[in-house]
Structures are given as C-alpha cells and as structure tokens.
C-alpha cells in the first residue's frame, strides 16, 4: 500500500520541451505499461473538440460538482461530437480522461492543450542499478507531466510545467538524481506523494 514518492526534476513554461525531457526519461525505464493515463481540464469549446477528435473514447465529466434542484449531484453525460457548440457551453470547465497506447498520442495530446492543468502518466519499471544496490518497483515508478502545474497530485494552476520522475514509496532520492542527471537537470524540490 502507499503512493510513489514523485520527485520534481524539470520545470519550464514551454510544454514541448517539459514533453520531450519526459520522453528521454522514459525511454530509461526497463520496462513500460501499455497504455498512458492523460487528464485535462478543458475549458473552452475548442478545447472540447479538440481533445474529442484527438481521444473519441475518453471520459468527459463536469469539471466542479454541480446539483440540480432537489440538491442531486448532476452527471455530464452528453455527446460532445453530437452536441453543438451553444449547448455545451453551459457545461465547461470539463475535465477529461482517457487511456491510450503509449506511445499513440501523447506528442499531439501535449500540443492540444489549452490553460488548463493537464498530465500525462507513463507508469513502468527502472531498470536495476546494482552499483548502488537499488532494484525498480513496478508498482510506483514511472514519469509524469503535470501541465500548468508543480504538485504531482495537482495544487494550485501555474504558468509553468513540471516532470516528475516517480519511484518506490520510499524515497529513493539517489535514483531521482541520477534521473534528473540524466536530462541535465537536477531534484527540484522535497519528494511529494505521487500515485
């Protein structure tokens, strides 16, 4: 039981570069989960579409509770390529999320954001570094962009982006150092609870 201790390692307000650092990070774990975890949170119509033509399969609710007369939750459960623009605007801010193949969309998914927070997840494996004695633990490592964000399970909206580097429920602070090296950065901060 427990989360991942996410561990900040790049910091920038130019989303293609927080995702091209991700994606170097990536491609060091031993092994990767099939699919990637995306969220967003859209806020104008265009956003919506955008996003609905990139992920037709992903799950769109309302973005803040909202209740109906009797003091009922309200679920959003329209068809946003059905829906036209005048009657889903009442619904915003919406958040999404989806699952897709790694590897799949995740570049153009970076590049359909809007000023909405956002992540990306890619959860895996570290490989073994047996010179410091450390093993990966499949359950926590991976990597991840919080866009317009610096907590890895999401605070207060920022300008900028952050990578996170997640491992074991520990902290193994040698090995997010090592990462950050890796794409020439260091540990940005204290460990945060990640997933």
Request: some cysteine; aromatic content about 10%.
């Amino acid at each position: 039981m427990g989360n991942s201790r996410a561990y900040p390692v790049f910091r920038t307000t130019d989303a293609s570069s927080a995702y091209a650092r991700a994606e170097r990070l990536c491609a060091l774990l031993a092994t990767r989960e099939e699919e990637v975890k995306l969220f967003a949170e859209l806020r104008t119509v265009a956003e919506v579409r955008r996003m609905a033509g990139l992920l037709p399969r992903a799950v769109f609710e309302y973005g803040e509770e909202r209740t109906g007369p009797a003091g009922e939750e309200l679920w959003f459960d329209l068809d946003v390529a059905a829906t036209d623009d005048t009657a889903l605007r009442p619904h915003l801010p919406l958040d999404l999320t989806a699952d897709a193949p790694a590897g799949s969309v995740e570049e153009r998914f970076t590049a359909a954001l809007g000023r909405g927070m956002a992540s990306v997840d890619w959860h895996g494996l570290w490989p073994d570094d047996p010179a410091a004695e450390l093993s990966g633990v499949g359950k926590y490592d991976g990597v991840q962009i919080v866009f317009h964000g610096d907590e890895a399970q999401w605070g207060q909206w920022t300008e900028e982006h952050t990578v996170f580097v997640h491992v074991d429920k520990w902290g193994d602070l040698p090995r997010a150092r090592k990462l950050a090296a890796h794409i020439g950065s260091e540990v940005l901060g204290e460990a945060q609870p990640g997933w």
